[in-house]
């Protein structure tokens, strides 16, 4: 537009371009890859393609409105860039130049050729002050310019220029008139006469801009013409005009005025005073634009900024979500026990699940439920430390308990208006499970697409949980004798021979016992493998008792068990063995009604450092040590002999 008034901004196609870009882009990211979209997810594409529709639109609209203008125009930053241009721009001034245009200062240069007085452009555009006075440039080819300019506190801030060619042109009348057929405006002229101010003439496009006939309006009081504006912009508009005849400013304003056909048209206004001989305004020469499209578009253009910026601040804050998934998938994805993966969900809920209130639950044989943990840490609003899992759906049934879904009979452990806006999810589908996370929202509840992130992170959390616990059943079932229960060679032969090592490096005393059953193969031949396997059994489980926390029994083979006495010498290690020994002449066991004989056991003690240096070699000889327990009449314990 030639006449932007007030709210100019002289990189407006520049911005709406970059805003089209970036919306352009945010709709390419925005589409999924695969998959099928969510009703959500439909609904911002369909936005984001609404808000490319109106930007192109209103883009389109400003280029072909601003090319088709009469007026040249062209905007410079502070900098000296040359922002934007139109196309008579480069018709009337450099129809050869190659684009991009050359930055402002050398613009200027290349005008200053151009004109019949050296330097005129760049003396008149180097005064100071906000705004330039109207010059008349006379060209070398004898066309006849008049200059505008503005300087506009913008950000960044710009100067915009505007040429007229006023050639062939005498009458200033005349000339007003021209400059309003090329904005595509009605020009207007307010006298005083006989102490009053009259509308003296008034162009006739105002019948299409405001559907006024100038025939009815010229001659008359301003309130005839003013009885159409918008009653809310009427003192405003009052307002302008006396301030610009008291002051002899120029008058910049919009307002709305009412037109013929009863739409509500958006007008601008451009007043010039006019001083008569002795100083005193005397006629107040204006022109009259309607702006409604440009605010339409600009009304268009900032719905579509702030729904981008919406949807930019929506998708950033996915990005920061899904982010802090994919830690959590990190975090549980290295954790090697139960309870890290606890302490790494704890530790990325609040990320993930903001303005939370939850607890991971886990149950425990008794029927019972007790919180593990809970987020966040300073929260007052806790859930309870302990449900009977018959009192929790999720706990009960293996299922999920989603928001509105159960009724308050199945969810006993939960306040009813808690358990309206709260999500239980189960850590295993088998009933009871193991345990499940509870999640409720500490305001105004979740949105669908957060309740989404959530169940993604429970699932998570639950799959990471499932296999650590199934990675340590293995790890367990591959160390640990499955008869007895105790330990296994292969973990004697590698977890505790590690350990032996170290102990040796640190010198600290360690002892093993080597214990066999005697005539354990009439046992069997007596009474039967199955209650052989009994006999195993008790043995597994008094020795589990009848050592430390410290101490490792395993089952070496058949009827052999080893024993590891962590910091213990030899003194201490014959003791132990010898209250073991008793320990199974003590053991009674019955097969139906029948009372089994009791056992006895011949136990071999070896020590480091006494008896080796290293594990293999205190294992050997309190094997050695066994033997000789056997040969000199079993049911008895041996030291091994020093080495």
């Known amino acids: ?15 709406m371009r970059r805003e089209l870009e970036t919306l352009r882009t945010l709709l390419s990211a925005a589409v999924p890859g695969s998959g099928i979209p969510t009703v959500e997810e439909i609904h911002e594409l369909e936005g984001l393609r609404s808000a490319v529709r109106v930007l192109e639109r209103s883009l389109q609209r400003f280029e072909a409105e601003r090319n088709a203008s009469k007026t040249a125009s062209i905007t410079v930053d502070a900098d000296g860039r040359v922002v934007s241009w139109n196309r008579r721009f480069l018709e009337m001034f450099l129809p050869d130049c190659p684009i991009p245009l050359p930055d402002g200062r050398s613009l200027l240069e290349r005008l200053d050729a151009l004109c019949a007085e050296p330097g005129a452009v760049s003396r008149w555009a180097d005064r100071p002050g906000t705004e330039l006075p109207r010059a008349l440039l ?27 060619d006023v050639t062939g042109i005498e009458d200033p009348a005349h000339n007003l008139a021209t400059l309003a057929e090329a904005a ?16 003296a003439s008034l162009g006739p496009a105002i019948r299409a801009i405001a559907g006024l006939d100038p025939r009815q309006l010229v001659g008359q009081p301003s309130r005839r013409w003013t009885a159409r504006v918008h009653t809310e912009d009427l003192a405003v508009l009052r307002r302008a005009f006396r301030e610009a005849l008291r002051t002899g400013r120029r008058a910049d304003l919009e307002f709305r005025l009412w037109h013929e056909d009863g739409s509500l048209r958006r007008l601008a206004i451009r007043a010039v005073p006019i001083r ?7 006629a107040l020469n204006g022109l009259v634009l309607d702006v409604t499209e440009r605010k339409e578009d600009e009304e268009n253009l900032r719905r579509a900024s702030t729904q981008l910026r919406v949807q930019s601040e929506a998708l950033d804050q996915r990005t920061r979500q899904l982010q802090s998934l994919n830690d959590l998938a990190r975090g549980l994805q290295s954790a090697k026990s139960q309870a890290e993966a606890i ?8 990320k993930l699940m903001p303005d939370s209130i939850g607890a991971v639950y886990l149950n425990d044989p008794s029927g019972t439920t007790h919180a593990a943990a809970f987020w966040p840490s300073s929260s007052k609003e806790r859930p309870p430390k302990s449900l009977a899992v018959r009192e929790c759906w999720a706990a009960c049934l293996g299922r999920p308990a989603e928001p509105d879904q159960p009724s308050p009979e199945m969810c006993r452990g939960c306040p009813n208006d808690v358990a309206k806006g709260r999500l239980c999810f189960p850590l295993s589908d088998a009933s ?22 959530i169940r993604a992170a429970c699932e998570q959390f639950a799959l990471a949980l499932n296999n650590i616990r199934l990675r340590d059943a293995l790890r367990e079932e591959a160390v640990r004798d499955p008869l007895t229960g105790l330990f296994n060679r292969r973990h004697l032969d590698g977890t505790v021979r590690a350990e032996f090592e170290h102990a040796v490096r640190h010198g600290e005393p360690t002892s093993v016992l080597m214990l066999d059953l005697d005539h354990f193969k009439q046992y069997n031949d007596r009474y039967g493998h199955e209650a052989g396997d009994r006999l195993l059994q008790a043995l597994g489980r008094f020795l589990s008792q009848a050592v430390r926390a410290d101490d490792v029994p395993c089952r070496y083979g058949g009827e052999e068990f080893t024993v590891v006495l962590r910091d213990a010498p030899l003194e201490v290690a014959l003791e132990r063995a010898e209250a073991i020994r008793k320990g199974i002449e003590r053991l009674h066991l019955t097969m139906g009604r029948q009372v089994q004989a009791p056992v006895t056991a011949s136990i071999g003690v070896a020590s480091f450092p006494q008896h080796g240096k290293h594990f293999s070699g205190v294992l050997r000889s309190a094997d050695m040590a066994l033997l000789r327990a056997k040969r000199e009449g079993r049911n008895r314990v041996a030291a091994a002999n020093r080495t």
């Open 1 to 15: 537009m030639v006449y932007p008034m007030d709210d100019r901004h002289p990189d407006r196609l520049e911005r």
């Open 138 to 164: 006379l060209l070398r080819d004898g066309r006849r310019i008049v200059a505008e300019a503005t300087r506009v506190d913008s950000e960044p801030p710009a100067t915009v220029y505007e040429f007229f």
């Open 184 to 199: 595509r405006g009605a020009p207007f002229r307010l006298e005083r006469t006989q102490g009053r101010w009259r509308l």
């Open 276 to 282: 008569d001989r002795e100083g005193r305004v005397a």
């Open 343 to 350: 302490r790494s969900l704890v530790r990325n809920a609040p």
């Open 432 to 453: 009871p499970g193991i345990g499940f996370i509870h999640v409720r929202p500490a305001g105004p509840g979740f949105t669908p697409h957060q309740w989404a992130l």
